[in-house]
């Protein structure tokens, strides 16, 4: 379809940049886990998967929009797919959000763990909804959402560095 030729550039680069950035993270909290804090496992499920699976969800919609579709249906059909079971995803973080006692969740923590997320989950499930007529528009909605993952996930990523760095590692040598 020529609709999903015009996206290529755009799917190599997220998709290059999630998977790139899924391997950092993995460096990062290899870093990171030579001091572990107290109810590490707890708070990783909150702050930390969630992270990679918005790069993961990134490349995965790279994948599924670079293969060579000859319909707009089936693909629709994944990426609503996607869009739903993310949805259920960030409502499961919200609670792993609240239960866990390791750290205060802010509200940035909320806007980007479960508001954001969640309108770019959302935003997925409408696009499949609306692929079979009006294509191009649901094309957009996707290359939004999935870019919306992306920078997600960098925010994420950084904020939590930040927090080891800055918090952790300076509340280690007092």
Known sequence: MS???EWDSFYVIVGSAAGALIGLQFVVLTLIAER???RAAES????ATPTIVHFGTALLLSAILRAPWHAVTPVAALWGLV??????????VARRMRVQTTYGPVLEDWLFHCVLPLAAYAMLALSAFAAPSHTRE??????????LLLFIGIHNAWDAIAYHVFVRMRDASD
């Open 3 to 5: 609709e999903f030729a």
């Open 36 to 38: 572990p804090p107290l």
């Open 44 to 47: 990783g499920a909150a702050f």
């Open 83 to 92: 869009g739903l079971s993310g949805a259920v995803y960030t409502g499961i």
């Open 138 to 147: 649901a094309l957009f909605g996707v290359g939004t959402a999935a870019l």
